[in-house]
């Protein structure tokens, strides 16, 4: 649950802002001012806004962490906590590039508005871990959506319930998911018409 919380104001303090912002530009044409900058769009339209206010979320999901690592009654050892942040800023990255993903869609369809209501809604289902859903939907949460290695996983390295094995596939996915959504930022931007179109 701490991770969730983290998570959820991370995403509300620098990715969700930024994202509806781009949906908006490209709805209003107002996009083009973001491409003739000498800097990379992607990066600039990742960093022009953030909620503080969002950061108290974050606050919390580190006070509910620090509580449940408290309460453990095993011994904690020293590459937990280790791992355990690496694997926090897979999610963090992860989570990152399913909103990019989600955004890039507005260059073709312009209004999504709709998707990202769902992908809020889906990402809600990361508040329990995987392993309670049925298999069909742990396999989707895994694998076609990722939310298991953005949240269940960095979890389950603090109750040191992983292998080497898992925080190495989730160093690859994560790198995949990045790879992709680049590839995708990319193809999207050829969909972009601009204001004068």
Known sequence: MGV???????LRSFVIPNMQDMMRQVQDGEFDFVLVK?????LLVSIRRVQVWQLVDVIVGV????????????????WQPLTFIVLLACGGIILYCLWVLITTTAFKWVRVEEITQLMEGVYQTGRWPVAIYPSWLRY???????????????????????TPGVVALALVVTAI?????RAAWRYGLRWYSGASA
């Not at 006070?63 to 020293?78: L, S, Y």
């Not at 895994?142 to 992983?162: E, Y």
């Open 63 to 78: 006070v509910v962490i620090v509580w449940a690592v408290i309460g453990m009654e095993q011994t904690m050892r020293w």
């Open 140 to 162: 989707s949460l895994t694998f076609v959506i990722p939310l298991a290695f953005a949240i269940t996983i960095p979890a389950s390295a603090l109750a040191n319930r992983i």
């Open 38 to 42: 000498p800097v990379d769009a992607l």
């Open 177 to 181: 998911v990045a790879v992709a959504t």
């Open 4 to 10: 969730h919380i983290l998570l959820s104001g991370f």
